[in-house]
């Protein structure tokens, strides 16, 4: 059973540009978190999807970033216009369930550098 | 205000010793949950132990356990017999329910562990 898989692991861009995070699920998981972790510090909830949903979206910046989870497909986290203070580690995790217990199982990051 | 503080920002312990790694929260909730995750050089983030607040026992996974003192809001990671490969910055995190629905982890500032030979 593959972990929550991320890709890619490492993206460099410039300022101005694009990013496009991906991140797919455990299997049977249907609800995805995303978060960020700028260095040295610890991860910071950004959005909470389920399919084709986003439930809750409030440690979202408000511009630039946004988040989908298509029903088909990985989840995608977009950054436009990326500037050198989005350079951070960004996880994404799932889990099966929304509430209860419900570990979060994490996927290995994608680490965002902006020249 | 900080909802999970880990008071502690590096340690170093001999290898084969146990370590303590402080972690204190705060919530006004009744049922929350506690997690420790490591993240070592490599960057990912690695489960390690769960406490319920209702759980009556303290949780226990191989080496680690964790010493969950309800009343003083504090639950702290054990790690005994330290090996090398130890050494990685500990995270504690609380879950706390979202306004629509689901939960999200709150996560502390970490506590780096450097693991002596």
């Known amino acids: 059973n593959a972990g929550v898989m991320q890709n890619p692991r490492h993206l460099v861009r410039r300022r101005g540009q694009e990013a496009r995070l991906r991140c797919s699920p455990m299997k049977g998981h249907s609800h995805v978190y995303w978060y960020r972790q700028l260095p040295e510090e610890g991860l910071k909830f950004m959005v909470y999807l389920q399919k084709e949903n986003i439930i809750d979206e409030s440690g979202m910046p408000k511009e630039r970033f946004s988040a989908e989870f298509p029903k088909e497909g990985p989840s995608i986290l977009r950054i436009q216009q990326v500037v050198r203070g989005d350079s951070a580690a960004y996880f994404c995790?799932?889990?099966?369930?929304?509430?209860?217990?419900?570990?979060?199982?994490f996927g290995p990051g994608t680490r965002l550098t902006v020249l | 205000a900080q909802k999970i503080t880990q008071t502690q920002p590096g340690m170093f312990v001999q290898e084969k010793e146990a370590v303590t790694l402080d972690c204190t929260y705060d919530?006004?909730?009744?049922?929350?949950?506690l997690f420790w995750y490591k993240q070592p050089s490599s960057g990912e983030m690695i489960f390690l132990i769960y406490?319920?607040?209702?759980?009556?026992q303290n949780a226990t996974e191989g080496r680690y356990s964790l010493n969950f003192q309800k009343a003083r809001k504090s639950a702290n990671l054990v790690i005994s017999a330290s090996q090398l490969g130890d050494s990685a910055m500990y995270f504690c995190a609380m879950r706390e329910p979202l306004l629509g629905a689901g939960n999200m982890l709150t996560f502390g500032g970490g506590t780096r562990l450097m693991v002596k030979p």
């Open positions: 406490q319920g607040s209702y759980d009556e």
């Open positions: 995790a799932s889990s099966p369930v929304a509430g209860g217990h419900n570990e979060q199982f």
């Open positions: 919530t006004s909730d009744q049922s929350y949950g």
